[in-house]
């Protein structure tokens, strides 16, 4: 979860993880490695591009439609369900998996806190939230028996 929360706060990291592991196993396959690269470059894009591009000639007629704009807060309202489902399930794994469960939590709310209401650069939440957890772990913070 760490890996993945660095790749999505940092530009660029997950295209060149992708294409890293993308060479990678084509190496190990005996393949070339600009294909395994190629690979994984249209994995990451094809499908949003397939998706731009398909849809695009019929856009202007389906938003029209008295139906789809009927659904489309039903489908925003299903699109937040699943954000929040994913945060209650991040939680549950922070909580799960850390020696300190109480105050990784806080230091989670820290870092929403730092970059949705003082503006800060996730990067910058990222880089605080591992001093605090250094600290945690220093101070010994509610270690839970295992």
């Known amino acids: 979860l760490a890996g993945l929360g660095i790749a999505q706060a940092m530009p660029g990291p997950l295209f060149n993880i992708a294409a890293y592991l993308g060479a990678?196993?084509?190496s190990q396959a005996n393949v070339n490695a600009i294909v395994g690269v190629c690979a994984t470059w249209f994995g990451l894009f094809g499908?949003?591009?397939l998706v731009i591009f398909g849809?695009?000639?019929f856009w202007g007629v389906f938003r029209k439609q008295p139906i789809y704009r009927r659904a489309l807060p039903g489908m925003n309202a299903a699109a937040v369900g699943l954000i929040v489902a994913a945060v209650f399930s991040l939680y549950?794994?922070?909580r799960q998996s850390s020696p300190f469960p109480d105050t990784a939590v806080?230091?989670?709310l820290i870092g929403f806190v730092l970059v949705e209401i003082?503006?800060?650069p996730a990067p910058l939440a990222i880089v605080v939230g591992g001093i605090l957890g250094i600290f945690g772990w220093a101070?010994?913070?509610k270690w839970v028996a295992g």
């Open 139 to 141: 101070v010994k913070l």
């Open 47 to 49: 499908p949003g591009v």
């Open 106 to 108: 806080a230091i989670g």
């Open 92 to 94: 549950d794994k922070v």
């Open 55 to 57: 849809t695009l000639p």
């Open 118 to 120: 003082f503006k800060a």
């Open 24 to 26: 990678l196993t084509a």
